[in-house]
Nanobody, 127 residues
Framework: QVQLVESGGGLVQAGGSLRLSCAAS????????MGWFRQAPGKEREFVASIGWSEGGTYYADSVKGRFTISRDNARNTVYLQMNSLKPEDTAVYYC????????????????????WGQGTQVTVSS
């Protein structure tokens, strides 16, 4: 059974930083692309960032490009999201997700490409 457990959310002032972690189990982690999504109150879930199963492939939403960095540690079965220069509009529940396809040749970036989801962690950015 695949499990994704997020941590690291919290309350931070605008301009601050947070690092989210997502610990995965139940799948060969190094063979799966991973991603982060977020959902703000009253809004649809949106893509934030993703990282391919092989080295070097990352993809970001325009709204976070240059401020957020996704990375992975295959030895720890963990994916991270470093969030800098946070803005109030970054306030949302952040979800970790694993690709539904093993060793996809391109880095996924849409919700339908991901088949496993965590429970989410709340990030609140105050102005």
């Amino acid at each position: 059974q695949v499990q994704l457990v997020e941590s690291g959310g919290g309350l931070v002032q605008a301009g601050g930083s947070l690092r989210l972690s997502c610990a995965a189990s139940g799948l060969p982690f190094s063979s799966y692309s991973m991603g982060w999504f977020r959902q703000a109150p009253g809004k649809e879930r949106e893509f934030v960032a993703s990282i391919g199963w092989s080295e070097g492939g990352t993809y970001y939403a325009d709204s976070v490009k240059g401020r957020f960095t996704i990375s992975r540690d295959n030895a720890r079965n963990t994916v991270y999201l470093q969030m800098n220069s946070l803005k109030p509009e970054d306030t949302a529940v952040y979800y970790c997700a694993a690709d539904r396809q093993r060793r996809r040749t391109v880095v996924p970036s849409t919700g339908t490409q991901f088949g496993y989801w965590g429970q989410g962690t709340q990030v609140t950015v105050s102005s």
